[in-house]
Structure formats: structure tokens, C-alpha cells
């Protein structure tokens, strides 16, 4: 049998879990996990479902199209097991960008990185890259960020990449890129949203004498900072921590938060909803 992971939303109304767990069942399916939401504010419901099937997944496809066309479903359908192709984009920061590498290489990402694109050169990281992946050394100032943001976008393209990671990747996108990468591009941003903004944010939060500092992982979009939250965490400080004694604490939240926050993605266990998140935590 193969595993599928069937993800959807819609204008909520009555009889869609019925309907698409009975026609998992006549196709001889097995559900093996499934989550779902109605959020009452929008008027939408979520829902994900995961499932063993013997039937070819072009059958089912084919059959599921009836309750899609029947409840208006934005519906998604994947094998569990397949590798999502990921694109990641980093600065001089590298912290998050080596725990990704790590965390797929041991298994724990199921993801295949094709390339890393920084606007450093590759010297400037610490880390020692995976051998095969890729380094893109694309700089870039105010005057040439059309031309790099059309060259990461053709490596996009040419390597069918699924999801774009700014692993601490210190550049604004434009909002032309930001809207082609709708739905498809995660952020990390060193504070507990919203927060402390611009140069030396944890040297503010200390100078404030802040309890708590966090991070958080959220979609890009044309708002700065601003783009629907999949993820947060936090920490909590004391007044005897320096700003750099921060700044390291800082770098760990920003890596699980940021690593947990690709993982749902990849497992489809997150859907956007308006401003928002439907996560279906595992």
C-alpha cells in the first residue's frame, strides 16, 4: 500500500468529512490520521487526512474530483513519502542554515535541498556546506535587485523548487517576488512577532530589560514582517544576561523554531487561512 496526505479548505458546510472519508473508504483506503478545523471568524473549513491505499493515486484523483467539483475543495493530494525539492537563502548568519542541512541529513526533514543562494561568498559561512548542494553566491544592491531576484527566481524554476527558506537571509524581498512566492516561502525573524524591529534587536529588548525573547516563522509576503505565523517560541532571560549572552540564546529558539516550521510545511500540516495559519500539529 502507499501513503498519501490529502490536505483542503473550503466554505465550510455540512457533509464534507463524510463525503471525503467515504470516498477514501470505497477506494479501499485506510485513514491513519486525520485533523480538521472550522474556523467561525472566516466561515472556512480545514482538513487533513492521512491514508493507505492500494488503488493508483491517478484513480483516486480522478474519483476525489467529484466531492472537489461538489464542495468547491481547494484540494491538495501528495504521496507522504516524496521529498519536497527546498531552496535556502542566507546572509552572513548561518546558524539556521546549518541545523536545516543537519536535521535532513539525519532523516528529520524530509526534503531535498537543490541549492543555497547567498549574497556573501560561500567563505563567509562557517559551516562546511553538504557536498552536491549548490552554492549560489548572487550579491546584490539597491540598484541590482531586480537582476538577483530574477536569477534566484530562474533557479526556482529550473529546479522545480517547492518551498524557498530565508534562513536568516538578510535582504527584503521586493513585493513582486514576495507575491510569487505566496504560500511558498518561510521566514525566520529573531523576535517574539510583534516586537523589537530594525538593527540590534536583542541589544533593545536587554536595553528595555525584557523577561522573555522569542522568535517566530511566518510565510513572506509584500508586508514587511508581517506575513501569516506558522510558528513561535520563547525563552526566558533574567537581568544578569548580557546582549551577547541574548544574541546566543537567540540563535537556539531561532533554529527550532525556524526547523519546526519547515517540517510542518513539508508534512502539509500547514494551511493558510486568510492573515493566519490552520496548523495541525503532530
Not at 464534507?16 to 485533523?35: K, L, P, Q, S, W
Not at 474519483?63 to 525539492?85: H, N, V, Y
Not at 551577547?244 to 531561532?254: C, F, P, S, Y
Request: charged letters at 25%; hydrophobic letters at 40%; one cysteine or more.
Amino acid at each position: 500500500m502507499a501513503d498519501y496526505i490529502l490536505t483542503l479548505r473550503c466554505i465550510n458546510r455540512r457533509g464534507i468529512v463524510a463525503a471525503v472519508a467515504g470516498r477514501i473508504a470505497r477506494h479501499g483506503g485506510d485513514i491513519t490520521e486525520a485533523n480538521q478545523f472550522d474556523d467561525p471568524e472566516t466561515g472556512m473549513f480545514f482538513m487533513r487526512v492521512a491514508f493507505s491505499m492500494d488503488e493508483p493515486e491517478q484513480d483516486f484523483r480522478a474519483a476525489i474530483a467529484e466531492e472537489e467539483k461538489s464542495f468547491g475543495l481547494d484540494l491538495a493530494l501528495r504521496p507522504a513519502g516524496q521529498k519536497r525539492k527546498v531552496l535556502l537563502l542566507v546572509s552572513r548568519f548561518d546558524h539556521c542554515l546549518g541545523d536545516l542541512l543537519y536535521r535532513m541529513r539525519i532523516g528529520e526533514l524530509n526534503m531535498e535541498v537543490v541549492g543555497i543562494v547567498g549574497n556573501h561568498p560561500r567563505e563567509a559561512l562557517n559551516l562546511t556546506l553538504m557536498e552536491g548542494i549548490p552554492y549560489h553566491y548572487l550579491p546584490i544592491t539597491k540598484d541590482t535587485k531586480p537582476q538577483q531576484e530574477a536569477q534566484i527566481r530562474a533557479l526556482i524554476e529550473q529546479n522545480g523548487v517547492e518551498l524557498v527558506v530565508l534562513a536568516r537571509y538578510m535582504q527584503v524581498l521586493s513585493d513582486e517576488f514576495s507575491a510569487y512566492l505566496s504560500g511558498r516561502c518561510i521566514n525566520i525573524h529573531h523576535s517574539f512577532l510583534p516586537g523589537f524591529k530594525g538593527a540590534k534587536p536583542y541589544h533593545q529588548a536587554h536595553e528595555r530589560g525584557v523577561k522573555m525573547i522569542g522568535a517566530t516563522a511566518h510565510y513572506v509576503t509584500g508586508d514587511l514582517d508581517e506575513g501569516p505565523i506558522i510558528c513561535q517560541d520563547v525563552e526566558a532571560v533574567s537581568h544578569a544576561d548580557t546582549p551577547d549572552a541574548l544574541v546566543r540564546k537567540g540563535r537556539d529558539i531561532e533554529r527550532r523554531v525556524l526547523a519546526r516550521a519547515v517540517g510542518w510545511h513539508l508534512e502539509d500540516r500547514v494551511l493558510l487561512n486568510k492573515r493566519k495559519t490552520v496548523v495541525f500539529m503532530n
